[in-house]
């Protein structure tokens, strides 16, 4: 019943309104871009095959640790199924130890090795290298307005 509603109301929509809407003037359509982008410039610069999301956790774990992989998940802002994924990698990759939470079992508490703290001495200058290309095409106000901005609507 639901989807009919929906389906209703999507064919009634204005025609001046489905005239005016145009995919490539939507913000979602920028900021998929901006972040293919980002992720090309990562991806052809980043060593050891870290991925975007491996980097995030590997870094923030520096900060954080020891935690919990919920935590890092919520930290890192992503969600159960993709935090378990990225560490699962890392740790079979040799980044990341386990150990049970000694107050909850059934809580994994996560901590770098001395293989994650190499991984991340070895790429950060590149990481910062990332940054600066992928924001290459602005000024330095226009770098710090940009971040402003996404902070807002994040």
Same mark, same amino acid.
């Given at each position: 019943m639901a989807g009919?509603? /929906?389906?209703?109301?999507?064919?009634?929509?204005?025609?001046? %309104? #489905?005239?005016?809407? /145009?995919? %490539?003037?939507?913000?979602? &359509? &920028? #900021?998929?871009?901006a972040n293919q982008r980002h992720v090309a410039i990562f991806s052809a610069l980043m060593g050891d095959r870290l991925t975007t999301t491996?980097?995030?956790?590997?870094? /923030? #774990?520096r900060e954080i640790q020891p935690t919990s992989q919920n935590q890092l998940g919520r930290d890192t802002a992503m969600d159960v199924a993709t935090i378990k994924g990225v560490v699962d990698r890392l740790v079979a990759r040799g980044y990341v130890a386990t150990a049970p939470d000694p107050q909850d079992g059934r809580r994994l508490i996560l901590s770098l090795t001395g293989e994650g703290e190499a991984a991340i001495a070895r790429n950060i200058k590149t990481a910062i290298a990332v940054t600066d290309d992928t924001l290459s095409p602005l000024t330095s106000g226009e770098r710090m307005m940009l971040i402003e901005l996404l902070r807002k609507i994040c």
């Open positions: 009919a509603k /929906k389906s209703d109301s999507a064919s009634q929509a204005p025609a001046s %309104d #489905l005239e005016a809407y /145009k995919v %490539d003037q939507q913000i979602g &359509f &920028f #900021l998929r871009q491996q980097w995030a956790a590997l870094t /923030k #774990l």
